[in-house]
């Protein structure tokens, strides 16, 4: 129960990042930068408390490159289309995950015969109201699938890592590779209060929280306990920037919840 906790706990407070990057400000690979800096920051200092011992693999690195691609891609996402709209791309993550298993030849269950089209469905009607593929419905798109990825590495780097020692390198690899750019091109007056709170809040608590229950959560229920993220993003969309989607997109999006929900039943 501890696991599920921490991954839903985890969930509700990274779906508060939408309100940290419109206050941030900047475009979307400085605000992605400052989300990791400050996050590698508030860990290095949690680490020389507690004297955590650092150990670094190739999971590691693999894990932390994606981890920034879906930070990227859905901080994009976030500053071009609505909250709600960007937080259920995201979660399209769960659908991603099943047609890769049935691409690498696993048997597929009759819940997942009609989560899969309903999933999908779900989608078609979430982007009918865009005329076209949009730079955010595209960056949408790519954080869900990368995701998908975070995942599945996440659950096999808690089999060799702690839960820190994967939170701690995910926001430094990131940080990393991002620097040179903000150094560069990075607009350095940002409001130092929102950017500070954006690496704490719904980044730093949240990814030790995560990886901490990805050691006793299965991978499949992990996703779903996971979906209170873009119903509380919806939520913020709705009451903090007024943000209003139309009755077919929240039919899509709640068809995609409930496809995710079947994929993961008990067969």
Known sequence: MKGELAILTSAILMSTVSVFVRNTGNDPISVAFLRLFFATIF??????IRHEKFFFSKTLLI???LNLLTISSYISAIQEIEVGIAALLLYMAPIYVIAIAYALGEKIERNT???????????????SPYAEFSPGIIFGLISGISYALVFTFSKKARQIHS???I????VLIGSIILSPYFILFGNKAFPILWAVGLGLIPTAIPFMLFAYG????????APLIALVEPMFAVLIGYFYFGEVLSGKQLLGGALILIATALSFREH
């Open 63 to 65: 894990l932390g490159i």
């Open 214 to 221: 990805m050691k006793s959560v299965k991978l499949q229920k």
């Open 167 to 170: 939170s701690f390198f995910n």
């Open 43 to 48: 860990l290095f200092a949690f680490a020389f």
């Open 163 to 165: 839960s820190f020692q």
């Open 113 to 127: 015969l009609i989560a899969l089209p309903l999933g999908f469905l779900g989608l078609y009607l979430m982007l």
